[in-house]
């Protein structure tokens, strides 16, 4: 077996300052609003802004159902209670997103060329994506309140114009994003963003290699681990810093999780058996859990953040029980503090983990 894990996947939450959340975060705060008014309530006009009313509604709510989760409302994290407060009374998914939980698959235009028969490519395509869709589905056996979009770009102005027409979300560096990743060299590229990954594969080969169909699948997991991290931990607007590792946690564990998962399932390998297949940086000795774990690291030190996150997986799921990585992301959407979020859901503290990571990997 030989394979090697490349750095061409990227989430962008860490340069997720977009420049206008207010469009994308309205539905999902009128679908708190339509739930709290729909369960008794009021929280008033359904209106998409969080008010006094709605947020009083929110902790009447709680006092009478229990708590859902420990942070304020806000725009940023009304998809988790809107998705936290159906699941606690069944009946108001109702109020979920159009097309909550499924998956939609669009193509950009170069993947109909009138000169070629690209129909059988497309049908590939949209089996492995599916495939891939589903398994993650029934491994994590997570409902998302809101629906995935997948856009399948050939070139890069197939990028640019799906993006513009499919995005949700616009951070400010989408044009810088959408090149280094939908480039016209790259074979297979990617990014996701809330609610919409754009995968990059090339239209004009019909025949793909093992390899590349392996860097195809890796991919697409890889992204789909995102979009669930997006809608369970709910924080995606962040600015600053110091909130940015406190509510999202540290950039190796979201890029660790995305990509042990996606390797995993590209070749069927548990974390800890892929370690040496890695692709280290040069041979310098292994960067410290600490040195990459904020946004600035994310964009700064890539490759590390990916060698670090993956070494992590490897003493992190020893049981390899990769719902785990999808639960932490739900009990920070809970607590919106990655602390608590990893005691719990790891059974340890994160000074205990750090500990063993360094005494391995020192
Ligand atoms: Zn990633």
Known sequence: ?????????????????????????????????????????????????????????????????????????S???????????ALRLVHLKKHWLPSAGHLTIVFGDSFFDPEKDQMLMRVKIRLLILEIYNKIKSDFAMELAAPIKIVVAGSHSDATKMYNEHTVYRPRNHRSVIKRHCSEKAKVGAFALPRLIVLCFHSDET??????????????????VHAYQYQLSGTIT??????????????????????????????????????????????????????????????????????????????????????KLILFYEELGRTGSWKPAFETTFGQSYEEFREKFRAKYR
């Open 1 to 73: 077996m030989r394979f090697q894990f490349v750095c061409f996947i990227y989430i962008f939450i860490a340069s997720l300052i977009p420049f206008s959340a207010h469009a994308f975060t309205k539905d999902a705060v009128k679908c708190v609003q339509n739930q709290l008014n729909d369960t008794g309530f009021e929280a008033g006009s359904v209106d998409g802004l969080v008010g006094g009313k709605t947020r009083r509604a929110l902790d009447k709510f709680q006092a009478e159902y229990g708590e859902l989760s420990k942070r304020r409302l």
């Open 75 to 85: 725009r940023n994290n009304a998809l988790v209670y809107c998705r936290l407060i």
């Open 207 to 224: 025949d793909i290699s093992n390899k590349e169909q392996s860097r195809r699948r890796e991919a697409i997991a890889h992204e789909i």
């Open 238 to 323: 962040t600015s600053s810093q110091s909130t940015f590792l406190k509510s999202v946690g540290p950039s190796w564990l979201i890029e660790g999780s995305a990509q042990a998962y996606g390797v995993h399932l590209a070749y069927r390998v548990s974390p800890a058996a892929a370690v040496p297949f890695l692709k280290k940086a040069a041979d310098k000795p292994v960067p410290a859990l600490s040195s990459v774990d904020s946004r600035a690291d994310l964009e700064a030190r890539l490759s590390d953040t990916y060698f670090v996150g993956h070494l992590a997986m490897s003493v992190l799921l020893p049981d390899n029980d990769f719902r």
